[in-house]
């Protein structure tokens, strides 16, 4: 049996100014050919469950291409086609299945439903291909997608801890199905909901009540069901929440379940919206806390859901009011970086840090901090995350550093990533367990790494891309009515 093994992923938010290129995607991890088994083998994403239930099998693998860009901007034509044709070809050379390894919301310059787009290509040259799919939690699920894969499974946490897990399943149900023992069918609803990601957290409500009860449809008997939160930060038609169940001949049984599930996601849609807290008071808030390590969350510069990640207004607001023993990660700025670098571990420096990136989709320029500090370590910014999520993966944050003010130790990275694992401080010299605070540019990611070590969290809304605040966004694209851009009170 040959198999082709892929992995295509990108988060779009369609309001980010960060430009997605190729090498952008190379910045994170992008691999052709043999180079994309020897990055993932081993890991704990979907496509290392892949490549492990293949070797299990004794298949003959092909992976044409292993690429996954931190969240921006829509993608660029060139990286896109250039990932896309990767996998054309290998299915042109003749397989008997595909598992693909895709997020979901993934928007391209030359194909808005980049992951329908891709998928209804293979089924037009290979019609009867079986193909295997997983998503992210955040996928806004077409009907292109649904209608051209045999069977596709989402994550069922967020953050994404079970990423193999979902692999797994998948790639099990399309092989029981090749062997003629299943007969997977999926069905599939929505609703006009535009779920805000800080509401999406698996461990509170209500997610965790949706999650619980797509397990237990799997547990009466079903092959899979995925309840999706969407990504709302992708103005495109089909974004929202939705989910997808699979039977075993069953259509009828796929899609009750799929319509039970979007019904309790409808009834309880006020609960997927965020309240505001003012910054200020927010700031003052945590500064009253005494147990520490207390978690900020500078929520909406999270890079990890498309952020420029060099937005200073919370940052200026907890120096402003004097927090101590502060430790933040991270802020993106090469430029800082280099100037850190030539003055060296152990000089005084005074930087206009961050701000480099105008923000026109929320009217907003790029407005840099001043601060003063000792440079206390310089770093290539390369780890191996031992944590939860992305387990095994090598990252780089490029050429780091950290800039100690006496009262906040800033990471400064010169490659975004989103702090979701304790190695964005250790690689960096910090130990996290004895700071006070951490002031971190993550939503909810954040969990997988820092949950256990925190003693209180608290979210501050500052400015940038991935706001919660929708009045700060136009909708151009969205399906409309939608809630909440629309008060809709029925589907
Ligand atoms: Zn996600």
Redesign the pocket.
């Known amino acids: 049996m040959r198999l082709v093994i892929a992995m295509m992923k990108h988060?779009t938010n369609t309001f980010s100014p960060v430009r997605t290129d190729w090498q952008r995607f190379r910045d994170w991890g992008a691999y052709l050919g043999p180079e994309a088994r020897r990055a993932y083998e081993g890991t704990a994403m979907p496509i290392g469950a892949y490549l492990k239930l293949a070797r299990e099998i004794g298949a003959e693998v092909v992976t044409p291409v292993a690429a996954e860009a931190m969240?921006s901007g829509p993608v660029a034509a060139e990286a896109y086609e250039l990932m896309a044709a990767a996998i054309l070809d290998a299915v042109r050379s003749g397989c008997d299945a595909a598992m693909l390894d895709l997020?979901g919301?993934m928007v391209a310059a030359t194909a808005p439903d980049g992951e329908g787009t891709l998928l209804e290509r293979v089924r037009a040259v290979a019609p009867d291909l079986p193909i295997a799919v997983t998503c992210?939690?955040?996928?806004n699920l077409t009907e292109r997608m649904v209608r051209n894969c045999t069977a596709l499974v989402g994550?069922k946490t967020?953050?994404?801890v079970d990423m193999h897990i979902v692999g797994e399943q998948v790639g099990r149900i399309l092989l029981r199905a090749m062997q003629g023992e299943i007969r997977p069918v999926m069905g599939w609803a929505r609703r006009p909901l535009l779920a805000q990601?800080l509401r999406m957290g698996t461990d509170d409500e209500p997610m965790r009540t949706l999650i619980e009860m797509a397990r237990a449809e799997e547990r009466r008997g079903l092959l899979a069901a995925t309840v999706f939160?969407g990504?709302p930060l992708a103005d495109f038609a089909d974004a929202g929440t939705s989910a997808i169940c699979i039977a075993d001949g069953d259509a009828a049984a796929a899609q009750g379940a799929a319509e039970r599930l979007m019904d309790a996601a409808w009834q309880r849609r006020d609960d997927f919206l965020y309240r505001h807290e003012p910054l200020e008071q927010a700031v003052a808030r945590a500064k009253a806390l005494m147990d520490g390590p207390v978690l900020l969350l500078d929520h909406a510069d999270n890079v990890?859901?498309g952020g420029t990640q060099d937005v200073m207004t919370v940052l200026r607001e907890v120096m402003r009011q004097g927090l101590e023993d502060v430790a933040v990660a991270a802020v993106f700025d090469p430029d800082a970086v280099r100037q850190m670098a030539a003055a060296g571990v152990g000089a005084r420096v005074t930087l206009a840090l961050g701000g480099r990136t105008d923000m026109p989709a929320i009217g907003r320029r790029g407005e840099p901090l001043t601060v003063t500090g000792r440079v206390r370590t310089l770093s290539d910014g390369e780890w191996v995350v031992r944590g939860p999520m992305y387990t095994g993966v090598r990252v780089s944050m490029g050429p780091s550093a950290v800039l100690d003010t006496g009262k906040v130790e800033i990471v400064v990275v010169s490659r975004h990533h989103e702090p979701w694992d304790q190695g964005v401080f250790t690689s960096l010299g910090i130990d996290p367990k004895t700071k006070r605070y951490l002031l971190l540019k993550s939503r909810i990611?954040y969990r997988a790494g820092f949950a256990a070590l925190a003693r209180a969290t608290v979210t501050l809304d500052g400015d940038g891309v991935t706001t919660s605040d929708n009045d700060r966004l136009r909708f151009e694209r969205v399906r409309r009515p939608i809630f909440p851009l629309d008060r809709i009170n029925a589907p």
């Not at 992210?136 to 996928?139: F, G, K, P, T, V």
Request: hydrophobic share 20%.
């Open positions: 988060e969240p997020h919301a992210d939690l955040h996928a994550y967020y953050p994404h990601t939160g990504f990890g859901s990611h």
